[in-house]
């Protein structure tokens, strides 16, 4: 079946043609079943090679939340890729794969007791943390382990704030790095995180200039680090052009040679920029309304089920299947499959009027999609298709 797609040339400047045209090969050759994910595994492989190459003595742990789809995690693994994980869960798939245990670390400042039994008996070594809590568990746990400590860094460039929910003040920090010592640990470096879809290059300023006060502070009280974890937070395009990785990483670089000793050790934790453009949601068209002045459009994935995001203001790109070739488009309100009148992903969406059965395709929706989604009200999860 031979699809008519409204494809338009913005669509082609926030990803590559490449893998728009890969989804519609793949379309016009089989027979699917919507909603599903696909994913462009050269994409996936391209964006690698681009994260951490201007970041000297920098090593890259894919943050494996992002997208834990079995299928990805083989095929970075297979790239002898590094993995960041929270969870036993995740530590599951992991070793499944049986990712060595050197390539694994854990940023998740609160992590369970049940997680820290299975990293400890799997041989991971490098842990994050924020409380003297955390320490006293770690030192049960994993004694000696290495330990890294997350500052608060601001996260207002970010579209997906994290920092309300981790890290500490300098003052705090510091203490807690002696603390861990005190326990016998072994505290290593400093960790961050500017927030996710982060656009503001000006975070990563703070955030370092703020790593490199801790770093004295540390060292004025006998504890010399080695290691600066920069989390992830790296933006991909949704609507529009961003920031790239290559003049974020060359900014960092720089910042970093100037205040850090010249051979501090690099970590950074990518998710959404290794995966979230290179996928894109196929989803079918399940229902169309008016009502009161607005035209709703309905489609199989929704808030629920994949479209999680929306809801913090992640706004997405849309190319739809349509026979009609209107140059008018509409403004519609889209809406997801649920009951639930919080299933609405997006309102005053300019598209053209697709007919009921046609295709929607989502672009830039690898990452934080599946991995948010539940089957409420009987939607099911979109596959991922990595190809
Ligand atoms: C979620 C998370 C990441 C990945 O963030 P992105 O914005 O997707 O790059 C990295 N590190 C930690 C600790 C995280 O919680």
């Known amino acids: 079946m031979v699809r008519t797609f409204k494809l338009e040339k913005f669509h082609a400047s926030l990803i590559p043609e490449s893998t728009i045209f890969k989804v519609f090969r793949y379309l016009d050759k089989e027979i699917i079943e919507t909603p599903f994910l696909f994913l462009d595994k050269e994409r996936v492989k391209e964006k690698i090679s681009l994260i951490g190459r201007f970041i000297k003595n920098s090593k890259v742990f894919y943050a494996v939340k992002a997208n834990p789809d079995i299928e990805i995690l083989r095929f970075l693994n297979g790239l002898k890729m590094g993995f960041e994980i ?11 794969l049986s ?19 299975f990293a400890a008996s799997y041989g991971i070594n490098y842990f994050s943390y924020d ?3 955390e320490v006293d568990k770690l030192s049960e746990y994993i004694p000696n382990c290495n330990v890294y400590i997350r500052l608060s860094v601001p996260n207002e460039g970010s579209e997906w704030p994290l ?21 016998s640990l072994n505290p290593v470096g400093i960790t961050f995180h500017v927030g996710s879809q982060c656009t503001n290059i000006y975070n990563w300023h703070i955030a370092l200039d703020k790593a490199r006060i801790l770093w004295d502070k540390a060292e004025k009280n006998g504890i010399k680090l080695r290691l600066l974890n920069i989390g992830g937070g790296y933006p991909i395009n949704y609507t529009k052009n961003v920031i790239t990785i290559e003049t974020i990483e060359k900014n960092v670089n720089s910042l970093i040679y100037n205040k850090f000793p010249k051979d501090v050790e690099i970590h950074i934790e990518p998710g959404r920029a290794v995966v979230g453009d290179a996928g894109i949601l196929v989803t079918s068209v399940i229902g169309k309304a008016r009502r009161s002045d607005e035209d709703w459009l309905y489609i199989d994935v929704g808030v629920f089920n994949g479209l999680m995001e929306s809801v913090g203001g ?3 790109s849309y190319i739809v299947e349509s026979y009609k070739h209107t140059k008018h488009k509409k403004r519609w309100t889209l809406a997801g499959p649920s009951c639930d009148s919080f299933d609405v992903i997006d309102r005053n969406v300019s598209l053209p009027e697709p007919d009921i059965s046609n295709l929607i395709l989502i672009l830039s929706s690898g990452a934080y999609t599946v991995s948010y989604a539940s089957e409420f009200n009987g939607f099911s999860i979109p596959k991922t298709i990595l190809i």
Do not use: C, M, W
């Open 86 to 96: 929270s969870s036993e869960g995740e530590l599951e798939i992991l070793s499944t």
């Open 99 to 117: 990712v060595e245990p050197s390539r694994i670390i854990s940023s998740n400042p609160v992590k369970s007791l049940k997680f820290l039994k």
């Open 131 to 133: 409380s003297s809590d």
């Open 163 to 183: 920092s309300r929910k981790f890290g500490v003040e300098l003052d705090t920090a510091s203490a807690l790095l002696s603390y861990a010592r005190e326990k």
């Open 314 to 316: 992640i706004k997405y």
